[in-house]
């Protein structure tokens, strides 16, 4: 369950992760008055108290019996967002009830469009607000041996897709199950009524592609460093992908982010939130819904004192002109 939970840290691109954020230094700005200040943030129609939201992650119920429940219920006591994983551990419907608020879904194609649609059909029956599609890592490279009793229990069953002779596992096999660009289009269509993100994005013309396409808004990352390990440092990307979608388009960023410090050196070069991963997880083995709202609320606090520091009481302020 550990090397689960710690793949792709101590990668080349993990560590990549790591040296982009240490590289960016925060310059401090004393003397400003900070009275006031304040994390809040507007996000797709939401008031969020602070911008760390939880990424999704697969299978929490093995780090804690109470699984994505735990998670969702202390985002919502911590005023933030989650966004619950298609490999959740949990039925959809009871990750919302233990929120009591309207979640974001995170969603995986599904080989075809009429499972995929099934799948959103009852994420959005369940009340979730937000979809965001990741598109940087094929389902099939998600699988992990699993203890018998966690297990993705929202999805249907994978089909089989025998190859023919001289066929190739990757490119026949695995990639045959991934979505393409046409197949945005038609989730975009699918959804007209709730804002889509696009998760998994490193590459500016993606960026502008997927929002030409409709798009509300998208998440750089490289998925922690844990699938290409080759991949630049999502930190290294975020700046072009910006300036690709304009101001108008919320751009989120994930991987790496272990500090309020990490936030704000994301949120100083543009990003409008960020995704937790890893950090949350390791509060929810610890200590179940206390231990990610502990965790939480220690990355708010840095993020407060790191802001004050430099000379920001508010994150309009941070986006000004950024805080290195
Ligand atoms: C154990 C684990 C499982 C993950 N499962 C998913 C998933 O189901 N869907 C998804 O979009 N991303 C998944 N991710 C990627 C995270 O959403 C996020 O991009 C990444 O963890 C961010 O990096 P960080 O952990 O350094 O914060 C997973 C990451 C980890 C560590």
Redesign the pocket.
């Known amino acids: 369950m550990w090397h ?2 710690d793949g ?1 840290r101590d990668t080349v691109c993990g560590r990549a992760n790591r040296a982009a954020l240490d590289a960016m230094p925060l310059r401090p700005r004393p003397l400003v008055d900070v009275r006031g200040g304040h994390t809040r943030i507007e996000l797709f129609g939401e008031t969020l108290g602070h911008p760390l939201l939880l ?4 299978y929490q119920r093995l780090q804690h019996p109470d699984g994505e429940c735990a998670s969702a219920m202390a985002a919502a006591a911590q005023d933030g967002q989650m966004v619950v ?3 959740a551990s949990q039925p959809l419907e009871q990750i919302a009830r233990a929120a009591e608020k309207p979640l974001w879904f ?1 969603l ?1 194609w599904q080989g075809d469009r009429e499972r995929t649609a099934r799948l959103l059909d009852r994420a959005l029956a369940a009340g979730y607000r937000c979809v965001v599609f ?1 598109v940087d890592a094929p389902i099939k490279l ?1 699988a992990s041996p699993l203890p018998a009793d966690v297990r993705a229990v929202n999805i249907e069953p994978p089909g089989q897709r025998p190859l023919r002779p001289g066929q190739s596992e990757v490119f026949d096999g695995w990639m045959a199950d991934a979505p393409g660009w046409d197949d945005l289009a038609w989730l975009r269509a699918r959804t007209p009524e709730v804002p889509l993100l696009i ?1 998994g994005v490193l590459h500016a013309a993606d960026a502008a592609r997927a929002v030409d396409l409709g798009c509300d808004g998208v998440v750089v ?1 490289n ?2 460093g ?1 699938v290409l390990d080759c991949a630049p440092p999502a930190l290294s990307c975020l700046t072009e992908v910006i300036a690709a979608v304009g101001d108008d388009v919320p751009v989120l960023f ?4 272990d500090s309020g410090a990490d936030a704000l050196r994301a949120l100083s070069l543009g990003a409008r939130a960020v ?4 950090p949350y997880l390791w509060g929810l083995a610890a200590g179940g819904a206390l231990g990610v709202a502990h965790v939480i609320r220690l990355l708010r606090d840095e993020l407060e004192m790191s802001m004050a520091l430099c000379g920001r009481a508010t994150l309009a302020d941070v986006s000004a002109d950024r805080c290195g």
Not at 55 to 58: K, R, S, V
Not at 275 to 278: Q, T
């Open positions: 689960y939970l792709g990424a999704p992650i697969a994983s298609t490999l995170q995986y990741t998600a998760k990352s998925h922690g844990r994930d991987s790496g982010i995704l937790v991963g890893r």
